[in-house]
């Protein structure tokens, strides 16, 4: 009996270095990318797209996530992956500006880079992800040997993103509100016509 535990021990010892060695080799590959087989066929994803599309931070954090590894049934596709990260930034999600600067590492531009993190630094109130975050910033500025010309650029970068973004943010607000506005006069009269048909029925 103690034989065949003393045997059974080693066979599990074996394979669970075997199964540590294929885990260390184990590549990571995207997910087929969805397919409609009827053009009324509903995407996985359309509700989680509308949601960002609707300013859903934590929804435009998942599509770049997504976009990013090929998951979910959308294909891998960057462009988008940054752009729905850096929408989820605009909309307040913190966590969003470690990724871009992850995305800037990667394309070799640690200047962008730089101006992600502070950015993430700046949204952060604290606790430990800021100080991550700012760990990551002087790491990079020691292994990227940034100057001080490069950091008063990325500096100029930040200042820029940011009027971007609070002009992105009234530009939406504004929106809103003429959107609340004319909902409430439809509901207020729901048999009258909106201004523009009335002006171009006259013109017919």
Known sequence: MTRYLYALLMCLAMAA?????????????????????????????DEMIDLAKQGDARAQFILGDMYEKGKGGLEKDMKESRHWFEESAVHGYSHSFIRLAALAKHEDNPVEAWQWYTLAINSFDSGDAQQFVIKARHDLVETAELSRDDIWEARKAVD????????????????????????????????KKPAQQEKENEQN
Do not use: I
């Not at 609070?166 to 809103?176: A, G, N, P, V, Y």
């Open 17 to 45: 270095g075997t199964a540590t060695a294929a885990q260390a080799e184990l590549k990571y590959y995207p997910d087929p990318a969805y397919h409609k087989l009827n053009s009324d066929d509903p995407h996985p994803m």
């Open 160 to 191: 820029a993103w940011e009027d971007s973004r609070d002009k992105q943010l009234r530009m939406e607000k504004e929106q809103q509100e003429k959107d609340a506005e004319a909902k409430l006069a439809a509901s207020e009269h729901p048999d």
